[in-house]
């Protein structure tokens, strides 16, 4: 059902609430891909947001909830439905324990951290995207996640606010119980850290910085990695036998070990295109398309499926596709 022009008026009454129709979503990705939403909202405060929720939610017409777009693959129609973004961004903290705003860039959260010394977030350096967005996705890397330091997560379950403790948010390798809940928003979270000199963590910081940067140069329109990585303990064990021991990390094989068996560097369909150095990184070259890209991704877990015998699965999120991409 598209949205009535009675939601959009009933959102465009609300306090404190931005609406925009027509708004391209290709300028709201890291990808630079996507058509237009029938409407974009952005709140920057819980109630205000709560209220364009339910407006959207009554007005029958479908919703998405996005964040800095850096993890998203959007259909070249757009979202015919409205997409609401949660902008409240603020980052306190009493003593160990910090506070931040979902719609906080987790990079802001990583700098406040390590100014105010303390150690936990630093190797995330460099992770771009919302802290909303990091904590439904679980993200991480160098060997840590964010699951590590949440305390506690409060959202908007569609009824109430209410909080979840980290044993609670269910969180694995890149997933949470919100990845499953897709109606639940993520307003804030509080997470546990332990103090360090400013220093040393700013170093170490830099240093992850400076690899990423050269991995992923901040121009590049991508999503990170595409696929997500395989739990080596989850692999049939003739898999098992075929991996050599060097890729296997932190008890996981990289996708891009299996992407790069079957010739992915270097791809190419249309704009898009894999990295000839990271078989798991896929970016748009300048006037890719989300169908093109659709392709690329397609033919990669075919390639996969058919050598190995695997199901890659994608870490990125699809918005505005209507056939069973999720
Ligand atoms: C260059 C590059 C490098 C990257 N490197 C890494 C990496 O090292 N490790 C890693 O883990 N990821 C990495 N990523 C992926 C990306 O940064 C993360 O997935 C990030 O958490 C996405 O944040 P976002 O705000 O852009 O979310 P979006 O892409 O906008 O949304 C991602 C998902 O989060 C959901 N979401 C957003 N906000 C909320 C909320 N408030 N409540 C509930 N759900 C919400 C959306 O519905 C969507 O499904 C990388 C991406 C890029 C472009």
Not at 177 to 194: C, G, H, P, Q, Y
Not at 202 to 226: H, T, V, W
Not at 299 to 311: A, D, P, Q
Request: one cysteine or more.
């Amino acid at each position: 059902m598209p949205v009535r022009p009675e939601t959009i008026e009933r959102l465009a009454n609300l306090p404190n609430v931005a609406i925009s129709e027509g708004a391209l979503l290709s300028r709201r990705t890291r990808f630079g891909i996507g058509g237009p939403a029938d409407v974009f909202v952005e709140a920057a405060d819980e109630s205000s947001f709560t209220r364009a929720l339910d407006v959207a939610r009554t007005g029958g017409a479908p919703y998405t909830v996005i964040g800095g777009g850096t993890n998203l693959i959007v259909s070249d129609a757009g979202f015919r439905g409205i997409v609401l973004r949660f902008t409240g961004a603020a980052i306190g903290r009493e003593s160990a324990v910090v506070h931040a705003q979902a719609g906080a860039e987790l990079q802001a959260l990583v700098d406040y951290s390590i100014a105010a010394g303390l150690r936990g977030l630093e190797t995330m350096t460099g992770i771009p995207g919302s802290v909303g967005a990091a904590i439904y996705g679980n993200a991480g890397a160098y060997g840590h996640s964010i699951n590590e330091r949440v305390r506690a997560v409060r959202f908007f379950d569609g009824t109430s606010i209410r909080a979840l403790s980290n044993a609670e948010c269910e969180f694995r390798y890149r997933e949470s119980v919100f990845k499953r809940r897709k109606d639940w928003i993520i307003f804030s979270a509080e997470l546990t850290m332990d103090t360090a000199a400013p220093a040393e963590l700013r170093n170490s910081a830099d240093e992850i910085f400076q690899i990423r940067l050269a991995r992923y140069p901040l121009d590049m329109k991508c999503a990170g990695s595409i696929f997500k990585n395989l739990l080596l303990a989850e692999l049939p064990e003739a898999i098992r036998r075929q991996v050599p021991e060097r890729v296997i990390r932190e008890g996981k094989v990289p996708s891009a070990y299996f992407l790069e068996e079957v010739g992915a560097k270097g791809m190419q369909n249309g704009g898009i295109r894999v990295a000839d150095y990271h078989a798991n990184l896929i970016y748009n070259q300048g006037g890719g398309t989300a169908r093109e890209l659709c392709e690329i991704i397609d033919e990669l877990k075919s390639r996969v499926r058919v050598r190995f015998g695997l199901e890659l699965e994608e870490e990125v999120q699809y918005v505005g596709f209507s056939n069973g991409r999720v």
